[in-house]
């Protein structure tokens, strides 16, 4: 029999309506040891709160987060708000005693995240931060390939997130065009930590970095906006003690022609491959032989989690979320076992430490060490 959960979610905006939905069918996941739920949802904004009129299982719709946290009945909370809010609310819900899937950047900058996991450390709560895109088959397999060892010495990495949505400059002024609210790292920020995961999780940690930062309209309908748009990270990595190894990673929010394209890729002498989720179910694998070869391998819905879902058919932003969702369940119950896991603290400051030192290389147009 599967374990009840019951879900809080604090921010009940694009994010937290996203995992209404994965809850909602999580019966397409096969042998599930866990059934959660949504049991509340706290958002500032009636109007948020009114859509989740429409979830059978939550049971409270509040304005005050504080009554969420008070809810014996809630095991888990999910907290999808503005990054300013992050710190505040990340530690209430700590000092509720509950678990936390936090969202990213997991606290505006550096300072905010180094405070959010020394209350992580005193209090033993489980603490994960949302990555989803890694949890596509395509991106486990790269994962996979890269950690084999068969792929000789490792040249470069790549890893990247593009969208369009800023190309438009009729787009309003949200909080996510304004540091004050997104972060001084801006579009870092914003998708930094989906670029940062699987790099990070395969021991790619940055000793330095160069950045090329841009930013986007100065002004938009509604207000001023200041944020770094887009981010050309170039870091050197440290792979096994060899040749140090470049590593680029790419997040834009003016990325022609893009509107959601995660990739990541990853070269070596001997092997190498490369996923992008322009083709969903498609891996690419690179072999030298006596001919040099780029495979194209279908995976269809090979998920980490099995489900319903029919082998042939491709996975989307729905089936992932859920895959990562299920991966914090499993690693909570202490059932993750060889399958991959969500961002941990230690990573999440990682990637904040590459952000600051990022910020700090665009102002003196410098390569900064990250100690
Ligand atoms: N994992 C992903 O793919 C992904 C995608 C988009 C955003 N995000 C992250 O999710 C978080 C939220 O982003 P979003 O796009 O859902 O934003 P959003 O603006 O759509 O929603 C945020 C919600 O938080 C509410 N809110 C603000 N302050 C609050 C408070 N004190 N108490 C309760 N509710 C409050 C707002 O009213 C709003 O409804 C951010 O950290 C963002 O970086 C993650």
Excluded at 124 to 134: A, M, N, W
């Amino acid at each position: 029999m599967s374990k009840n959960i019951n879900v809080g979610v604090i921010g009940g905006g694009l994010m937290g309506r996203e995992v209404a939905s994965a809850f909602g069918r999580w019966f397409v996941i096969n042998d599930s040891k866990v059934n959660p739920s949504l049991y509340a949802v706290a958002d500032l904004n009636k109007e948020a709160l009114k859509w989740f009129n429409s979830v059978p299982t939550c049971k409270l719709l509040t304005e005050n987060y504080q009554d969420l946290l008070e809810c014996s009945e809630i095991d888990v909370v999910y907290v999808a708000v503005p990054h300013n809010m992050h710190e505040k609310i990340y530690i209430d819900v700590l000092n509720s005693g509950k678990d936390l899937l936090a969202e990213k950047p997991f606290g505006i900058d550096l300072g905010s995240a180094e405070r959010i996991v020394k209350v992580i450390k005193s209090s033993g709560q489980f603490v994960r931060c949302s990555s989803e895109f890694p949890f596509f088959p395509g991106a486990q397999r790269v994962y996979k390939v890269a950690k084999s060892g068969e792929i000789g010495r490792i040249l470069e990495v790549r890893s990247g997130f593009h969208h369009g949505s800023d190309l438009d400059s009729s787009k309003a002024a949200n909080w996510k065009r304004q540091s004050k609210t997104c972060g001084e790292i801006g579009v870092m920020g914003d998708l930094g930590m989906h670029v940062c995961h699987v790099p990070f999780r395969l021991g790619f940690e940055p000793s330095s970095v160069y950045a090329q930062l841009q930013k986007g309209y100065p002004e938009r309908p509604g207000g001023a906006c200041d944020t770094w748009d887009n981010a050309m990270l170039h870091a050197w990595i440290d792979v096994d003690g060899a040749e140090p190894v470049p590593m680029r990673l790419e997040m834009k929010r003016m990325a022609p022609g893009e509107t959601d394209t995660w990739f990541i890729e990853v070269l070596g002498t001997d092997g190498g491959a490369r996923f992008s989720t322009k083709e969903p179910r498609t891996l690419w694998q690179f072999s030298r032989g006596i001919e040099q070869e780029w495979r194209r391998v279908d995976l269809g819905f090979d998920t980490p989690f099995k489900t319903i879902t029919g082998g042939i058919f491709e996975p989307g932003f729905p089936d992932i979320l859920m895959q990562m969702w299920a991966a914090f369940f499993a690693e909570r119950e202490g059932h993750l076992n060889e399958c991959f896991g969500c961002v941990t603290p230690s990573e999440a400051l990682l990637s904040h430490r590459l952000f600051a030192a990022a910020v700090q290389s665009q102002q003196l147009n410098q390569v900064i060490e990250i100690t």
